[in-house]
């Protein structure tokens, strides 16, 4: 099969993937299932690969590399182990990022993402930037009828990731408050459509590039800003004395350094893009009440909850699709942001 592999590490980015055929995966336990890869979302943390920012976690001795890239993965089945009974080959599914053990403390309280014997397609063993790729049943997901591959698959990790970010945000939430979107990109904007449709709030959508601030028009925001010097100040004087919950998708280049002072008193910042270092007088924290707080990839179920808000129409994904023999231009044009929303390689 054609697989596109990653050969080395370079913190400026000039290397390129390698198109290669290398030998087609195959079952070796009994819940493993094999995916015909039907289409494979761009991420940024495929770029801090690149760049090596992940090489000690997920490659510390040295020894991963070549490997096929890819963690946010739609496809068909393609083969099953002997002990999977959910999946048969044909179906058309979405796969969580992490494939997961079922039995360890965080996968039984449901909180999979935590758990202490997961692995990663993409991130430290082969994914899905392929015509194929190794997953297990725990992380499949049927799709539903007349639901592409092509058209949900950055869902499997931007998605879920922002939706994550919304769900908990949303529990802070009601009718006259507001939230604050830095970042209309590819998890800004699932995040604005999944607040709309999970609280009445209002929403402010903050991002430099002309073409995100009009999708944020398109998909619903009530305030949109460019993110010029003044921004802090334009988001209280529109809400009043700051946001009862900002939501960062930059977290680095400064941004992650203004998005805690855009929150009012008492308010809460999910911080989910990664990068910067974040600085707070201890000042600010105890007069202001300042809450600030990571937000990680969401679980299996709610990638379930995801998979129904985008059958209902209500969360679209809005992408730019290549070949997987573009994907040097693909990775190009993310980091330089020549396209809005994600990007989705199709083998």
């Given at each position: 099969?054609?697989?596109?592999?990653?050969?080395?590490?370079?913190?400026?980015?000039?290397?390129?993937?390698?198109?290669?055929?290398?030998?087609?995966p195959?079952?070796?336990?009994?819940?493993?299932?094999?995916?015909?890869?039907?289409?494979?979302?761009?991420?940024?943390?495929?770029?801090?690969?690149?760049?090596?920012?992940?090489?000690?976690?997920?490659?510390?001795?040295?020894?991963?590399?070549?490997?096929?890239?890819?963690?946010?993965?739609?496809?068909?089945?393609?083969?099953?182990?002997?002990?999977?009974?959910?999946?048969?080959?044909?179906?058309?599914?979405?796969?969580?990022?992490?494939?997961?053990?079922?039995?360890?403390?965080?996968?039984?309280?449901?909180?999979?993402?935590?758990?202490?014997?997961?692995?990663?397609?993409?991130?430290?063993?082969?994914?899905?930037?392929?015509?194929?790729?190794?997953?297990n049943?725990?992380?499949?997901?049927?799709?539903?009828?007349g639901?592409?591959?092509?058209?949900?698959?950055?869902?499997?990790?931007?998605?879920?990731?922002?939706?994550?970010?919304?769900?908990?945000?949303?529990?802070?939430?009601?009718?006259?408050?507001?939230?604050?979107?830095?970042?209309?990109?590819?998890?800004?904007?699932?995040?604005?459509?999944?607040?709309?449709?999970?609280?009445?709030?209002?929403?402010?959508?903050?991002?430099?590039?002309p073409?995100?601030?009009?999708?944020?028009?398109?998909?619903?925001?009530?305030?949109?800003?460019?993110?010029?010097?003044?921004?802090?100040?334009?988001?209280?004087?529109?809400?009043?004395?700051?946001?009862q919950?900002?939501?960062?998708?930059?977290?680095?280049?400064?941004?992650?350094?203004?998005?805690?002072?855009?929150?009012?008193?008492?308010?809460?910042?999910?911080?989910?893009?990664?990068?910067?270092?974040?600085?707070?007088?201890?000042?600010?924290?105890?007069?202001?009440?300042?809450?600030?707080g990571?937000?990680?990839?969401?679980?299996?179920?709610?990638?379930?909850?995801?998979?129904?808000?985008?059958?209902?129409?209500?969360?679209?994904?809005?992408?730019?699709?290549?070949?997987?023999?573009?994907?040097?231009?693909?990775?190009?044009?993310?980091?330089?942001?020549?396209?809005?929303?994600?990007?989705?390689?199709?083998?």
């Amino acid at each position: 099969m054609k697989a596109a592999r990653l050969y080395d590490y370079d913190p400026d980015m000039n290397v390129s993937l390698r198109i290669e055929n290398v030998q087609t995966p195959t079952i070796k336990a009994p819940d493993e299932v094999i995916v015909k890869v039907g289409a494979a979302g761009l991420c940024r943390t495929d770029l801090h690969i690149i760049e090596g920012v992940w090489r000690e976690i997920m490659d510390p001795d040295g020894a991963l590399l070549p490997y096929t890239m890819g963690h946010e993965n739609a496809g068909w089945i393609e083969d099953v182990g002997s002990a999977v009974k959910s999946v048969k080959p044909g179906d058309a599914v979405i796969c969580h990022p992490l494939r997961t053990c079922g039995i360890c403390l965080p996968c039984r309280y449901g909180e999979d993402m935590y758990c202490e014997h997961g692995l990663f397609p993409g991130l430290g063993l082969d994914g899905g930037f392929a015509e194929y790729f190794v997953t297990n049943e725990r992380s499949v997901i049927k799709l539903g009828d007349g639901i592409r591959p092509l058209d949900v698959a950055p869902m499997a990790d931007a998605g879920i990731t922002a939706y994550r970010a919304a769900k908990r945000a949303s529990k802070l939430l009601h009718p006259g408050t507001t939230a604050v979107i830095l970042g209309v990109g590819g998890l800004g904007h699932i995040a604005l459509q999944s607040l709309k449709a999970l609280s009445g709030c209002r929403v402010i959508a903050i991002d430099r590039e002309p073409a995100a601030r009009a999708l944020a028009k398109d998909l619903g925001a009530d305030i949109v800003l460019d993110g010029g010097p003044k921004v802090i100040e334009e988001v209280h004087d529109h809400t009043g004395g700051g946001a009862q919950v900002v939501i960062d998708f930059v977290g680095e280049l400064g941004v992650e350094n203004i998005t805690w002072r855009m929150a009012r008193k008492g308010g809460q910042t999910f911080v989910v893009g990664y990068g910067g270092t974040v600085q707070v007088p201890t000042l600010d924290l105890v007069v202001n009440e300042i809450n600030i707080g990571g937000s990680l990839v969401g679980n299996y179920t709610e990638l379930v909850e995801l998979m129904e808000l985008n059958a209902d129409g209500k969360v679209k994904m809005h992408y730019e699709q290549y070949g997987l023999d573009e994907i040097n231009t693909a990775l190009s044009d993310f980091k330089n942001r020549k396209f809005v929303g994600r990007g989705v390689i199709v083998p």
